[in-house]
């Protein structure tokens, strides 16, 4: 939100020479964030107002070029006479008359551009007629700033321009919706310098007078108030003063048109949407409903909409013709020759207009301010204020007004009932009465006397104002009591820890994982937990993959993602996109997270209750409703994983590392991992393995699907893991290794199998029939050649034979190695190589 101080110093009596820093400095200390401080460039110089006298045509040119004399004010022309300058100009929507901003020679404008006289297209050009864009107020570039008529020639152009203010621009939270305006920020000043604050809104009706609009309101439209104003006999020509240009550009809004800027100029100011309607292209009466199925309506961005039921439209006898809360239609648009104008100021179902907004992704200024509660209180009063200054410059009359409110008076938020007693108890330091009285009726509350609550300790009934809905518990009044104390009044004093037993073995899993993993040199991401049918898809995963059953959410942050993930590699795998996109071509990342799994044949999910814990029954119910969410562990390989570099040739990635990190995994969980082919999308069928805890699969690994990696954009060859770190036993008591004290024979065998048959297939065949004495086994070799026949290849291992109470023998060592060849003969077709 950017407010301008000058505005603000309107609605609030600020302090005498408080500075703009000191005012971003009172707002941090109300619980906002300041993100900056804006003023005009400066610029040096003579900076003038000046009026356009004659306009020559120069067509002699290849562009249109303009030969303009100017009255600049007396002492400011040639020489300091007052005779009028001559300047060459390109803009073209500017007419004899007008007044504009000269810059004179010798003046510098903002960026160092300084202004001198010279000769260009065959005349002395002396001076410079100045755009927005030059005066370092605005980005626009579209022609000459235009002045209102009633500016003085020769008037020092600074003061007009703004020089003097700053805008000051906060981040407000979407629980504060009252503070997108500038009604609710000057609100705030007053209670931060201790001055009085009058709010005109407070009480205000709309216009008097019949021949309002008829209006009707669906009961299940969403739409708690709507309020009209006609105003007829507008004069279409007549443009937006200076002023209020200036504060909208100011606050970030584009000035469009007189109707349209007076609407946005009274938004800001008070917080409430408004719309304005070309009155001559309605057609019969105004109703408030639910979209139909297959209606459409063209918005003001020139877009047709296919409209949702779900979607709330105001309506004439030829259809929709605005999106409520969110954008208007094109059919009913203002143009320049609008002379009747009906202003709609409404109040909507926030959460509604919210999920509008996120369908049609349409997010607007007003759509902004709904979804975060606009105070239905205000509506008359900004269409009121919109119809005076449309009036005031835009000629014609008010010719009636209708306030459409079905439950009657506006709706004002349920009184909370707060025992004194909790604003010491949550914020740890004490409030006497008179203080939490005093800051409630700061913030807008009417706040009772002192009586005994239900629990028989003193409490005070506080009815919040109509513009906080968001007030509804007593800790929501007990943080506004601690915001307008001051956070820094709160005592900083450390807890002490309590005894506990410290991490769980699942924690201690996680961590240690992710550590060795970092120390493998690969980066931890966390990525969005949403995702949509379109990245499963991606993936390469079958319409019948238990992947696909997914939890929806209801009313997802975004329209395109509304599943939890059930598998953590489509935010990997965007985390790469991403990355690869901002010119980075090799990466190696990580994520831990959970993963949600639909449980089979789960019950509905109750609604507990507000106002106390729920019973177990309710509890166990609840925990049966929600999915499981185990924690995986996921891994993607994208380029080179070692680098190229004066130490050699660097070494791109392959399924072999996706293995031997499921591996490293495994073994940090504190188990052996089996590994053996699979298929598994998004695998490659030929490259991918089934990593196992004994003969139950935790997860894949290996290289991923050509298709998958050409529809990502990815580098070839690129390779992922996935991991259930949940589905990894706990890991057992550590048990020291017996070491022999007895001399190890190393014998080296080599076998040759089918090729298709998996190198830890034979390994662990080998192991089984080696039986205890043999102490480890060891793949070395991979041969493929013209010694072994086609479609075969040869595995060279090495043994370690070793017992733990006795020196083996050769032969004995040799029958173990018998022993384990011949196991691999029987389990895999392996034969001894000579």
Request: proline share 8%; aromatic share 4%; glycine share 10%.
């Amino acid at each position: 939100m950017r407010a301008p101080l000058e505005w603000l110093s309107e609605l609030v009596d600020l302090p005498a020479g408080v500075s703009a820093e000191e005012i971003g400095e009172a707002f941090v200390r109300l619980g906002f964030e300041l993100e900056d401080i804006h003023r005009v460039p400066e610029t040096t110089g003579a900076l003038v107002v000046g009026q356009v006298l004659t306009i020559t045509e120069l067509t002699e040119f290849k562009k249109p070029i303009r030969f303009v004399t100017l009255d600049v004010g007396p002492g400011n022309g040639p020489d300091g006479s007052d005779a009028p300058r001559e300047v060459i100009c390109g803009a073209r929507n500017f007419a004899a008359g007008d007044k504009v901003v000269v810059a004179l020679p010798g003046a510098v404008l903002p960026g160092g551009f300084a202004i001198a006289s010279r000769q260009t297209y065959g005349r002395l050009s002396d001076g410079m007629i100045c755009s927005v864009r030059e005066l370092g107020t605005g980005t626009e570039h579209d022609g000459i700033l235009v002045l209102d008529a009633d500016a003085p020639v020769g008037q020092d152009a600074r003061e007009l321009l703004g020089s003097h203010d700053a805008v000051v621009e906060l981040a407000v939270t979407p629980d504060r919706g009252y503070a997108l305006s500038l009604r609710g920020l000057a609100r705030e000043l007053a209670v931060a310098y201790d001055t009085p604050f009058t709010d005109a809104a407070l009480g205000a009706g709309a216009p008097a007078g019949e021949g309002g609009w008829p209006v009707h309101l669906a009961e299940d439209s969403g739409c708690s108030r709507f309020v009209t104003v006609r105003v007829t006999g507008v004069d279409p020509t007549r443009p937006s003063p200076f002023w209020m240009r200036r504060r909208l550009q100011q606050a970030g809004v584009r000035s469009i048109s007189l109707a349209v800027d007076v609407t946005n100029y009274v938004m800001m100011q008070t917080g409430q949407p408004l719309h304005a309607f070309d009155l001559a292209r309605l057609s019969g009466d105004i109703t408030v409903r639910k979209a139909h199925a297959g209606e459409t309506l063209r918005t003001l961005d020139g877009v047709e909409r296919r409209l949702d039921p779900d979607d709330v439209v105001v309506t004439d006898t030829s259809g929709p013709i605005s999106l409520a809360g969110v954008m208007g239609g094109e059919s009913t648009e203002i143009t320049d020759g609008t002379t009747e104008v009906l202003i709609e100021a409404a109040h909507w179902n926030a959460p509604g207009i919210s999920r509008t907004a996120r369908r049609h992704k349409l997010p607007s200024e007003a759509s902004r301010r709904f979804e975060r509660e606009v105070d239905p209180a205000v509506a008359a009063y900004a269409a009121g204020l919109a119809a005076d200054l449309l009036v005031r410059f835009g000629g014609g009359t008010v010719a009636g007004s209708s306030d459409e409110r079905p439950g009657g008076a506006a709706v004002t938020p349920a009184a909370v009932t707060l025992p004194l007693g909790d604003p010491e108890r949550l914020i740890g330091r004490p409030f006497d009465p008179a203080t939490i009285a005093l800051r409630l009726g700061q913030v807008g509350c009417t706040v009772g006397a002192p009586a005994a609550g239900p629990t028989g300790v003193d409490a005070v009934e506080v009815t919040p104002p109509s513009w906080r809905p968001d007030l509804t518990r007593p800790a929501d009044l007990v943080e506004e009591v601690a915001r307008l104390e001051g956070f820094d009044t709160i005592p900083s004093v450390l807890p002490v820890a309590p005894v506990g037993r410290g991490l769980t073995g699942r924690q201690r899993r996680r961590r240690e994982v992710a550590a060795d993993l970092a120390a493998a040199g690969l980066t931890e991401v966390l990525s969005f937990p949403f995702v949509g049918t379109t990245e499963l898809t991606a993936l390469g995963l079958p319409d019948d993959d238990v992947r696909r059953r997914a939890v929806q959410v209801r009313n997802p942050l975004d329209a395109e993602r509304p599943l939890l993930r059930t598998t953590l590699l489509p935010g990997l795998l965007d985390t790469v996109q991403r990355n690869l996109s901002r010119g980075t071509r090799d990466l190696l990342v990580y994520e831990i997270g959970q993963v949600f799994l639909p449980r089979h044949n789960a019950p509905t999910m109750p609604t507990p209750p507000a106002d106390r814990r729920p019973d177990d029954a309710t509890r166990a119910l609840l925990d049966a409703a929600l999915p499981n969410q185990p924690q995986h562990v996921a891994v993607v390989l994208a380029g080179a994983v070692e680098r190229a570099g004066w130490w050699g040739p660097g070494r791109a990635d392959s399924w072999a590392d996706a293995v031997a990190l499921a591996r490293r995994i495994g073994e940090t969980a504190g188990v052996r991992v089996r590994v053996a082919a699979a298929t598994q999308a998004p695998w490659h069928p030929g490259r991918c393995a089934v990593i196992k805890v004994g003969d139950w699969p935790v997860g894949y690994a290996g290289e991923l699907h050509p298709a998958v990696v050409q529809r990502l954009g990815l580098p070839p060859r690129t390779a992922a893991v996935e991991l259930n770190l949940d589905g990894i036993p706990a890991r057992a008591v550590p048990v020291a290794p017996h070491i022999s004290s007895f001399p190890p024979v190393n014998l080296d065998v080599a076998v040759t199998v089918s090729a298709d048959v998996p190198a830890a297939a034979v390994e662990t065949a080998l192991r089984d029939g080696g039986g205890e004495l043999l102490e480890s086994v060891r793949l070395f070799d991979v041969y493929t050649g013209d010694q072994v026949a086609r479609g075969e290849q040869s595995l060279a291992f090495a043994l370690v034979v070793r017992a733990p109470d006795r020196t083996l023998t050769a032969a004995q060592a040799s029958q173990v190695r018998d022993a384990a060849v011949q196991r691999a003969a029987e389990k895999v077709g392996a034969v001894l190589r000579g």
